[in-house]
C-alpha cells in the first residue's frame, strides 16, 4: 500500500458519517478544482481547505472523499478512509464507492507520476484488503454524474487503466 497520511497527521477534523459497506464496487476518480500541492505541508493545508469547505460552506458531515492525492511524492491523504461512505458521487454511487480526488486541475495538464502511481497503488491496496472488489469499475466522476470532472487531462489518463468503464 502507499504511503497513507492519516486525518491526525494533515490536521483532518473527525467525521461523523454513515459507515461504509464493503467490498465496493467502483472507484471513482475526481480532481478537486484548486491549486495543486506539492510538499507535505501545502497537500495537508490543501486538504484541511477541502474538508473546512465541505463541511462549513456546504454543510456536509465530512471532506466529500475517501482518499486525496497531491503531487507531493507518493503519499496518500485519508478522507473519509476505507470505511466510511463518500460524499463525492451523488447518493447512486456513494454507498458502493472509495471516491479518490487529485488535489489540483486537471483540465490542461496531468498529474505527475508519482501522484498516478500512489493512485493505482492505492486501488491495489483496497483489492488487496477486500474494501474494493477484485472486479471493480474505474470511473470518473463524469461517467455518473453531469460535471467535466476529473478534467479532460486526467479523464484521458484514466481511460487507458485497467477495468475503466465509462
Not at 465496493?24 to 469547505?53: D, F, G, L, M
Not at 503519499?75 to 454507498?95: D, F, L, S
Not at 492505492?122 to 461517467?143: D, E, P, Q
Request: glycine share 10%; hydrophobic share 35%.
Amino acid at each position: 500500500c502507499p504511503t497513507i497520511i492519516r486525518r491526525a497527521e494533515w490536521g483532518g477534523k473527525t467525521p461523523t458519517c454513515k459507515k461504509l459497506s464493503t467490498p465496493v464496487e467502483n472507484v471513482i476518480i475526481h480532481h478537486t478544482e484548486t491549486p495543486p500541492c506539492n510538499s507535505r505541508a501545502t497537500c495537508s493545508n490543501q486538504a484541511k481547505n477541502i474538508q473546512n469547505y465541505h463541511m462549513k460552506t456546504r454543510g456536509w458531515c465530512d471532506i466529500a472523499y475517501n482518499f486525496l492525492i497531491g503531487e507531493d511524492g507518493a503519499a496518500v491523504y485519508e478522507g473519509r478512509g476505507w470505511t466510511i461512505q463518500g460524499g463525492h458521487a451523488k447518493e447512486v454511487y456513494n454507498p458502493i464507492s472509495i471516491g479518490i480526488s487529485f488535489i489540483g486541475t486537471f483540465t490542461r495538464r496531468t498529474p505527475n507520476t508519482a501522484a498516478l502511481n500512489a493512485a493505482k497503488q492505492l486501488i491495489a491496496c483496497g483489492v488487496a484488503r477486500n474494501v474494493i472488489k477484485s472486479n471493480y469499475v474505474l470511473k470518473g466522476h463524469r461517467n455518473v454524474m453531469s460535471t467535466s470532472c476529473p478534467g479532460d487531462r486526467l479523464y484521458n489518463v484514466i481511460k487507458g487503466w485497467p477495468r475503466f468503464k465509462a
